[in-house]
């Protein structure tokens, strides 16, 4: 009885306590086992360190706590697990809230180096498409949405005034607040939906064969394996399978078990 | 009919002459010394457009002399147009012509024989010239006839006949002319390149050549000479080709009796004067002859095994910019040679071989030699410590030939210590050579200054980075999608209130046509009044505009208002008699403030209008 109620008592504290923590004290957390992981006396500690400071940063985006930083941190931390397929998937979506970090793009030109395959990048946008957009693909997600915010926030504003007067510099700076917002806006947009319906994922698993259809029973769809860190875009889930794009074009089915998203 | 015949006769000899080709030969003096040059001129001369393409004289075997140059075949056109009695006529010649630059090889009567050219298809001849070519050291000047140019010598000489392997000879060049000569520009055409696949010379990229005066059998001379210094590269009979040297002077002009003898001002002043030259400018050429140098080679007797070729005395140091190093880690090696006889094309030793006997280094690169500033040779390569056994680099032996003493000497490098340790760094360069197929990888020559990033993971630990909320563009983030069209449709949603609340006031608050301009016509009124002051001497003039404008405003009544109009329009309006009443004293009574002149209370009136305004 006592053996029970003690149990019962331990499970409910730390489900309190793990309720209670907010994304703050699982910074701090995560922060620490970082620090412990430096100083650990054996390479088998650190890991276990690191893998700990993982769940707490795990625990924050969690809790809805999203940032480019944060993406980062834990591509970094994936890394140094040798997780090619976790630490590849967080730094690309880092740098989708800043595209020109430094530290990200180190990273993940670190982590592509370590794959086993190496593939070659295919460019789907052309230099003059990427210059005349440049603000699509230069400019961080979270920034163009706040940009598109403000600007439409000022639009309704200039809009409110021109219900009562409406001199042509007025008419004017609305009607440029509204352009940029709406480049702003479609472009958010576009990173919404491409971000669903083309879905970043990365091999996980050591090895994984691609399938010509939802099953192990289906043809391998490539001549070889994939390894950890090869990059893919999921287009639809089938149960526990989901159709993807492989390098090169390749249209092919991966196990979700076998794939970080 | 005899006349009719010698006519046709005469007609067919001018058809045959039109078109044929005349040629002429002329050369540029006749009289000239063994050592001088010049220049023969052939011409044909054609009135045929189309004439074909001239072939070159064939000149006989024994022809006296030698050809230096040749110009041509060139071709020039001239047009003529004349006009006599009416008829207008066009003529056209073809001149075509080759020049040659002769010198002569023997004195004597000489004779350039009649040459043969072919025309397209006509052949032609020139007439035989004579040529009088005599010694210049026989000529004598004080002799009638003698010219200048004909004194003028130009030649070539070395300052000893034979030399040994590494001395340098001094070759001058000299041309001597007669101070009478007024020499305006020199053009030397040395054989440079080929002097320099015999000799390494220095000297001829200065373009000064020194300039003396001297008396020659009781004659002036001028003396232009340059020397260059010529080191041989080979053993054996060196050949110095000869060179010629064109210079151009001045010849006096003749008191010409042109203008019958009188010259005019300006001929003085623009030929004569700062601003002309006092004759014409004139070419000569003179050609040095060719000339050889004995060059003996090195002394057999004490010739070390490793001389390359050095010539001394030699100051020999070595360099490292390492001194502690791992094993396997790059040195560079420099190697300092001073001396007054080196260049960039010598060949130094061995020292690779040298250096690698003994096993203790291996060495790599091929960098030429290079030259300081100070004219130091300056030879590097890499140098590898293959055990860390190694305390020095040993000196090195140049040996050379030192002219001075006539022997063969070496110059040592000093000894560079060397502190080595075993712990191996492996770089690129430790390759080992399998076999004799050495590994094709380039050395990286410049590790020291190159900064490369090592492999790792690189972090930056922002707390506040990460502790800050940013839209997720992730549909599986908990995003704050409600938050974000929020603010989106809030902005929106403000200006759709705002725009049907200020819809439905306007609706609520519509006034008729006649309110409105009543309304409008107050609020002109106010704006009026409120701009008069006290101390406007048209105060009144204003009030009363204001007023009128006003009520004609509010009445509808176009032009000067007076009081029978306002009456009318007040009682078609409905007003009552004491309204009507006072509408018009207030009208009056700012017709008499503005007609009137008289003193007013503004303020009172003001508020009266105002009054009436509100009645109304």
Known sequence: MNKNFFIAFSALFLVLVSLSANPAEHLDNALKAEQSALSAASADEAVQYRATAIQEYEAVRGEGLTNGALYGKLGALYLQQNDLGHAILNLKKALLFAPHDRVVKANLALARNRRMDHFVEEENTTGAVKALAFFHYDIGYPTRVNLALATWLLFASLGILLLWKRPLWLATLAVLCGLVSALFTTSAAITLYTQKHNKIAVVSAPETMPRKGDGEAYTPATNAPLHAGTEVTVKRHRGDWAYVILPGNIPAWLNTNDLAE | ?616
């Open chain 2, 1 to 616: 009919m005899r006349i009719f015949f010698t006519i046709l006769l005469l007609f067919l000899v001018q058809l045959s002459l039109l078109g044929a080709a005349r040629i002429e030969a002329t050369v540029s003096k006749n009289n000239l010394t063994l050592q001088e040059t010049l220049t023969l001129n052939i011409a044909v001369v054609s009135d045929d457009k189309d004439a074909e393409e001239l072939s070159a004289p064939k000149f006989p075997a024994d022809f006296p002399f030698q050809i230096l140059r040749q110009i041509g075949p060139s071709r020039s056109t001239q047009s003529s147009v004349s006009i006599v009695n009416g008829r207008v006529e066009q003529n056209s010649t073809v001149k075509s012509s080759y020049q040659y630059l002769l010198k002569p090889t023997k004195t004597g009567s000489l004779q350039i024989p009649a040459l043969s050219i072919t025309n397209g298809k006509q052949q032609l001849k020139t007439s035989p010239i004579t040529i009088l070519v005599a010694d210049a050291k026989q000529i004598d000047p004080k002799v009638a006839g003698a010219t200048a140019t004909s004194q003028a010598q130009f030649r070539q000489y070395l300052s000893s006949e034979s030399t040994v392997m590494g001395a340098p000879v001094l070759l001058t060049y000299e041309l001597i002319v007669p101070s009478s000569l007024e020499l305006r520009t020199i053009y030397p055409a040395y054989n440079e390149e080929k002097v320099s696949l015999n000799f390494k010379a220095e000297g001829y990229e200065d373009p000064q050549w020194s300039q003396q005066a001297t008396v020659i059998n009781g004659m002036r001379y001028t003396v232009i000479r340059k020397v260059i210094h010529l080191t041989p590269k080979h053993p054996g009979t060196l050949e110095i080709p000869g060179c010629t040297m064109t210079y151009q002077y001045v010849v006096p002009r003749q008191q010409s009796n042109r203008n019958n003898g009188r010259r005019s001002l300006f001929d003085d002043f623009f030929e004569d004067g700062p601003f002309g030259m006092r004759g014409q400018l004139e070419e000569n050429t003179l050609v040095a002859d060719d000339i050889t140098l004995q060059v003996e080679d090195f002394p057999a007797e004490g010739r070390p095994d490793d001389f390359s070729g050095l010539i001394g005395p030699i100051l020999a140091t070595a360099s490292t910019d390492l001194q502690d190093v791992f094993v396997g880690d790059p040195i560079t090696l420099t190697l300092h040679l001073t001396g007054n006889n080196l260049d960039q094309d010598c060949t130094l030793p061995d020292l690779k071989t040298a250096l690698e006997k003994e096993g203790k280094f291996r060495v790599s690169g091929d960098d030429p030699i290079t030259m300081d500033e100070d004219g130091t040779l300056l030879y590097t390569r890499t140098l590898r410590v293959l055990s860390p056994d190694v305390t020095e680099i040993p000196p090195l032996q140049i040996p050379y030939y030192d002219i001075a003493k006539k022997s063969y000497n070496t110059a040592t490098t000093n000894t560079i210590q060397l502190t080595v340790q075993e712990n191996k760094k492996v770089t690129l360069g430790d390759a080992h050579i399998q076999g004799n197929t050495p590994l094709q990888i380039p050395l990286p020559e410049k590790t020291k200054t190159m900064l490369t990033e090592t492999e790792g993971v690189l972090e930056i630990n922002d707390l506040d980075d990460m502790a800050r909320k940013t839209w997720s563009p992730f549909p599986d983030d908990q995003q704050r999608h409600g938050l974000l069209a929020t603010l989106f449709l809030a902005p929106f949603l403000l200006w759709s209130a705002t725009a049907i609340g200020l819809h439905l006031h306007r609706k609520a608050n519509k006034l008729s046509p006649a309110e409105r301009a009543a309304r409008n016509a107050k609020s002109v009124l106010r704006n009026a009044l409120s701009q008069l002051s006290e101390d406007d001497a048209q105060s009144g003039k204003r009030l009363a505009e204001a007023l009128q404008t006003f009520l004609g405003q509010r009445f509808g009544i176009a032009g000067a208002l007076t009081a029978n109009d306002l009456n009318s329009a007040m009682t078609g309006k409905g007003y009552s008699p004491e309204q009507i009443a006072k509408a018009q004293a207030l009208l009056e009574q700012c017709n008499a403030a503005q007609y009137g002149g008289s003193a007013i209370d503004l303020q009172t009136l003001k508020t009266q209008i105002l009054e009436c305004a509100e009645e109304v």
